[in-house]
Structures are given as structure tokens and as C-alpha cells.
């Protein structure tokens, strides 16, 4: 069996804030009221709700350390601040719908604000900043194709339960996605306090 080595110094990496567990419980309340067998959406799994601040992509292995200590350092001059959700929103690409997502009410330029310092601070590593604006956002499912689109765009903007829900985010983490037939896997490698 051979390997191919320059896979084995990369992983596939990205920086996000974990949502509470009491969150993820009403996230997959929501997924539950919008499924159904005739739509093909690629539901997250309830296990691996977050909120990206930068996805990073393949990175060497050594230089998940050196993230961390960039990320130290700008969690020492940030406080824990709350999370607040919006309604349930549908990102539309040329009228058909392709991301479901959960818009950040509170908090979110502390979101904002947080992003741009992790974009300023990992340049210094070679990571290059993101061209378009970061818009705090939780991504619930990716749309390959909906049967009735109209039925279905109004059945998710009934949905707003979530906003009454709300967590402090207290830390950041490193987060590795291993790509398999069944979606991507997350694994903590990092995390660090506000």
C-alpha cells in the first residue's frame, strides 16, 4: 500500500465557535419540521453545528500550533459576548435556493469584529484574506434540489423559534474536516478561551 506523502503533512482545517448543545436541540427541531422525502437537501448533522470564522483549507501540520498561539493571543483581548439567532433564511443562487441558514442577531459584530482580527493576525502566516464580506450565519442544510420551491421557501420563513435562544461565546477552536462519502467529519484539534 503506498501513500501519498503530501497528503500526510496537510489537514483540512477551519476556525469556528462550537454551539451549545441546548442550541443544537432546537436547530434539529427545525431540520425535523422542514424535512421530507421528496427534497434533496444535505442536512448538517446535529453533532457538527458551529459558526466559521475562517476557513483556513489545507494546512501543514506544523502550522496548527502556530495558529494557535495567534489565536491566544487575540482571545486575551476579547471578553465572552452572547449569541442571539434571526429568523431562518434561504440563500438564493439565480432564484433557486441553495443554502438554508439561521441569521446571527446578537452578537454578531462581535462576530464581525473577531473574524477581522483572525484574518490580520494569520496573514502573518501566509493565509490570505477572505474577499468576500464574512456574514455571521449558521448553515442548517445544502439544497441539490427542491420539489415544490414555494411551498417550501414559506414553510421555512415560518420558522423562528430559534430566536428566543441565545449562548456566550467563550472559545474558539481549530477545528479539522475529514471529507468522506457521507459528508465531513469534524474533530476538535485546539481550543482556546475568550
Do not use: C
Not at 63 to 84: D, H, T
Not at 89 to 118: A, C, H, Q, R, Y
Not at 138 to 147: A, D, E, F, S, V
Amino acid at each position: 500500500m503506498s501513500f501519498n506523502q503530501s497528503s500526510l503533512n496537510f489537514i483540512r482545517t477551519f476556525i469556528a465557535i462550537n454551539i451549545e448543545d441546548k442550541i443544537k436541540e432546537e436547530i434539529s427541531k427545525i431540520i425535523k419540521a422542514l424535512k421530507n422525502d421528496q427534497d434533496e437537501i444535505k442536512w448538517i448533522e446535529k453533532e457538527s453545528f458551529h459558526l466559521t470564522l475562517k476557513f483556513l483549507g489545507n494546512v501543514r501540520i506544523f502550522q496548527v500550533e502556530e495558529i494557535y498561539e495567534k489565536l491566544q493571543i487575540i482571545a486575551g483581548s476579547i471578553l465572552p459576548f452572547k449569541i442571539s439567532f434571526s429568523n431562518l433564511d434561504i440563500i438564493l443562487n439565480k432564484k433557486t435556493p441553495k443554502i438554508i441558514w439561521v441569521g446571527i442577531k446578537e452578537g454578531s459584530k462581535e462576530l464581525m469584529e473577531l473574524t477581522e482580527e483572525i484574518e490580520i493576525s494569520l496573514a502573518d502566516l501566509g493565509f490570505l484574506k477572505e474577499e468576500r464580506r464574512y456574514t455571521p450565519h449558521l448553515t442548517l442544510g445544502r439544497i441539490k434540489r427542491i420539489n415544490e420551491r414555494e411551498n417550501f421557501i414559506e414553510k421555512a420563513k415560518k420558522i423562528d423559534h430559534l430566536e428566543a435562544h441565545s449562548f456566550i461565546a467563550k472559545k474558539i477552536g481549530i477545528i479539522k474536516s475529514t471529507l468522506t462519502p457521507k459528508g465531513a467529519v469534524y474533530t476538535q484539534l485546539k481550543e482556546v478561551f475568550l
